[in-house]
């Protein structure tokens, strides 16, 4: 995290809510996507979002590290995703709207991204969760760990099985483009 955010977030943890504010108008697009990325839609994304501000607002003061302002935060915004499922219990399937707004979908690489999405989304929750915080969130073991309240080795092994899926959904998909 940059010095300035970092100096927002101590002002927050002391009950500054134009620094609180100011933090989430820069995490805005971060946690929306983490929130739509759970819950598979913009209406109930956004009230994830407004959920976890709240929470978030509430509860800035017990932060002990500011550094750790961004795990907190998603920590949170998947607790409220969780929530709001839980309440509505029914899963959707990742969109086509979701995967075009995704990063690293440049037009060269549109139609494999896609298709990596595509096979992203049909792995099991656990496995896509963490495949996607690490691979296009750029979150750590550790961090995934930690945000997910699960063991370093369980996200090493969920990492592992996701791959092995994708990879084995690939080479299904040659065979019967080549078969």
């Known amino acids: 995290m940059e010095m300035k955010s970092h100096k927002l977030v101590k002002r927050a943890i002391k009950g ?13 697009e971060r946690i929306y996507r983490t929130a739509y990325l759970y819950v598979h839609n913009e209406e109930d ?5 407004q959920e976890a501000t709240y929470q978030a607002f509430t509860s800035i003061h017990s932060l002990k590290h500011p550094k750790y302002f961004m795990t907190w935060l998603t920590k949170i915004v998947i607790r409220c995703s969780g929530q709001l499922l839980k309440k509505k219990s029914n899963v959707v399937p990742l969109s086509d709207e979701l995967i075009l707004n995704l990063p690293d979908t440049t037009n060269r690489n ?14 099991k929750e656990n496995y896509r969760i963490v495949i996607m915080l690490f691979y296009y969130y750029d979150y750590s073991i550790k961090t995934i760990s930690s945000v997910l309240e699960i063991p370093e080795n369980t996200v090493k092994t969920y990492l592992s099985r996701g791959k092995a899926e994708l990879k084995k959904s690939y080479k299904n998909e040659e065979d019967e483009c080549h078969g």
Do not use: P, T
Request: charged share 20%; proline share 0%; glycine share 0%.
């Open 45 to 49: 994304a956004l009230d994830v979002v």
């Open 16 to 28: 500054n809510k134009r620094a609180f504010e100011k933090l989430l108008q820069q995490q805005y």
């Open 110 to 123: 549109m139609e494999q991204s896609i298709h990596l999405l595509h096979a992203i989304q049909q792995l």
